[in-house]
């Protein structure tokens, strides 16, 4: 791509803005631009589309989601590459805003215009399921973005798309599986990342559903909390921890009190949270 777009090659990048990736800030740079052009493909025709990317350190991925024809939108926290990203938008003019600031704290609506936003990102590893978790959890609904296209460590990911009766599933399946369709795009090897982390990686596509069964949030929250956060047990039991007696809870939603909170389906945990509201 640094042939197309004219841009000095990445670890030329790094070098001259000493962005040696940081465990602190949950840093593994993708250097691979053949990699990171299919990552940005794989977001759907980027032609004119609006794309929140989260944490771009260096801009590989940024390249790749300009370069398929995307505005974007960069959120970056650590101040040594910013400079290296303002390089980028200088090469694309008025289509690459580089935000200095913590994507935890971020307020997107600002930036949003009369279309949907796309959310393409490689996330620091440390704050990858907390920003899922946001995004999921968002009102109203359906939400600002139109679909996230994230990277994920495998274990992670494997939770995210889980289904009821494997060991992956648990609140984080329940949450996503009730408000999107999840699936896993492809893997992708430590060795394609600077500094390799020790697992493998997984990019994830969500799509929101237009019409998620009606359910309140947090009551959906607290159910599937008290239900894995002791998950061997039976929900007769493990319910409990509502200040509720679980026993009507689960008979009104149509659930076996014996049964665990691993062998519920989203709509078996959508009930328990109707109940408890």
């Known amino acids: 791509m640094s042939a197309t777009d004219d841009l000095p090659p990445l670890r030329e990048v790094i070098r001259r803005h000493e962005l040696s990736a940081r465990k602190s800030l949950g840093q ?3 250097l691979d631009l053949n990699l990171t052009g299919r990552i940005a493909r ?22 790749a989601l300009l370069a398929e024809g995307a505005n974007v939108i960069a959120v970056e926290r650590d101040e040594r590459a910013i400079a290296a990203l303002n390089e980028i938008a200088e090469h694309y003019p008025g289509r690459l805003q580089v935000v200095a600031g913590d994507a935890l704290n ?9 279309c949907n936003v796309r959310v393409v990102a490689n996330l620091p590893y440390n704050v ?19 679909r996230l296209v994230l990277m994920f460590q495998r274990e992670v990911a494997e939770r995210i798309v ?40 997984s990019l994830v596509q969500l799509v ?21 956060g002791q998950r061997r047990k039976m929900l007769r039991q493990s319910l409990k921890q509502l200040g509720v007696d679980p026993i009507p809870l689960l008979e009104a939603a149509g659930l076996d009190p014996t049964a665990r909170a691993e062998d519920i389906p989203v709509e078996g945990f959508v009930a328990l949270a109707r109940g408890l509201t």
Do not use: Q
């Open 106 to 114: 971020f307020d997107v609506t600002p930036y949003l215009g009369t």
């Open 28 to 30: 593994n740079f993708l």
């Open 208 to 228: 929101p559903r237009v019409a998620p069964l009606p359910c309140d949030r947090r009551a959906l929250e607290r159910v599937t909390e008290a239900a894995f």
């Open 128 to 146: 990858a399921t907390a920003l899922l978790v946001s995004w999921l959890t968002v009102e109203p609904w359906p939400p600002w973005y139109d």
């Open 42 to 63: 794989a977001a759907g025709p980027l032609d004119g589309v609006a794309v929140l990317e989260i944490g771009p350190g260096p801009g590989g991925l940024t390249r």
């Open 162 to 201: 889980a289904k009821p009766g494997s060991k992956a599933y648990g609140r984080l399946s329940v949450l996503a599986g009730w408000r999107t369709e999840a699936k896993i795009l492809f893997d992708i090897a430590p060795s394609a990342f600077v500094p390799p982390p020790k697992v493998t990686s």
